[in-house]
């Protein structure tokens, strides 16, 4: 089946260092990539969609200067975020929808940041 | 607006009873349905989907789901509770066009199912 991997799986960082967060699909192409957070108990909450060569589109309240999505590849997005702060501090997890099955995303494990 | 809502933020049932896990979406266009598990500190697992068809889904671990246009709704569930299926469950609907960059998810709050012995 699919597999979609992050890395890391845990970070923990001081509050202003900037921390990248990798996305890849293992076996297939991914022409969609999505970046999600999630609160404690709570639902995923849609931060961007990243597509392949172009730049990403970040969701109402997310700030793109702080949260630095590159999609490189086809299968390859990071997430950076940027002088982090206690606030960031959450579970983030990745997506990617394959070329020939748009309909479907495949998850990744997810990476808990811890700010410091 | 689009929107997900899954009613009940938690749900209890016996093993061996059924299990109903309720979403209910707003849409003007009937959308892409998914239903994911979430266990502790994991990702998100694809239970079902439902893109067009048949309006009953079967998915894995014995779960199913039927898309009720009329009700817009997405009910997930399965005759017989296990053990293994405490977790929280997603629904999902995949809102916007058919072309990559022209749609999004939003998920529902979640559920978090518990299976008492």
């Known amino acids: 089946g699919a597999v979609v991997s992050q890395h890391p799986s845990w970070v923990i960082c001081k509050s202003g260092t900037s921390v990248k967060i990798e996305c890849r699909s293992l076996?297939?192409?991914?022409?969609?990539m999505f970046w999600y957070r999630q609160f404690p108990k709570q639902s995923l909450m849609l931060m961007a969609t990243?597509?392949?060569?172009?730049?990403?589109?970040?969701e109402q309240g997310v700030e793109k200067d702080k949260f630095l999505i590159n999609h490189a590849s086809l299968t390859l997005s990071t997430l950076t975020v940027t002088s982090a702060h206690p606030e960031d501090s959450s579970f983030y997890i990745c997506s990617a929808s394959p070329r020939d099955l748009q309909e479907t995303q495949y998850f990744g494990p997810g990476t808990r940041l811890l700010v410091l | 607006a689009q929107s997900v809502t899954q009613l009940g933020s938690h749900v209890s049932v016996s093993e061996g009873a059924l299990v109903l896990l309720r979403c209910n979406y707003s849409s003007s266009v009937p959308p892409y349905l998914f239903w994911y598990v979430q266990y502790p500190n994991q990702g998100l697992q694809l239970l079902l989907k439902?893109?067009?068809?048949?309006?009953l889904v079967k998915g894995i671990n014995g779960f199913e789901a039927e898309f009720k246009k009329s009700e817009t709704s997405f009910h997930l569930t399965k005759p017989s509770a296990h053990m293994s299926d405490a977790a929280e469950y997603f629904c999902?609907?995949?809102?916007?066009?058919?072309?990559?960059?022209?749609?999004?998810?939003?998920f529902g709050t979640g559920t978090r199912l518990k299976v008492l012995a």
């Open positions: 076996d297939f192409q991914a022409t969609t």
């Open positions: 990243s597509n392949e060569g172009s730049k990403a589109t970040y």
């Open positions: 999902a609907v995949r809102f916007g066009g058919y072309t990559s960059g022209t749609y999004k998810y939003i």
């Open positions: 439902y893109t067009t068809g048949a309006t």
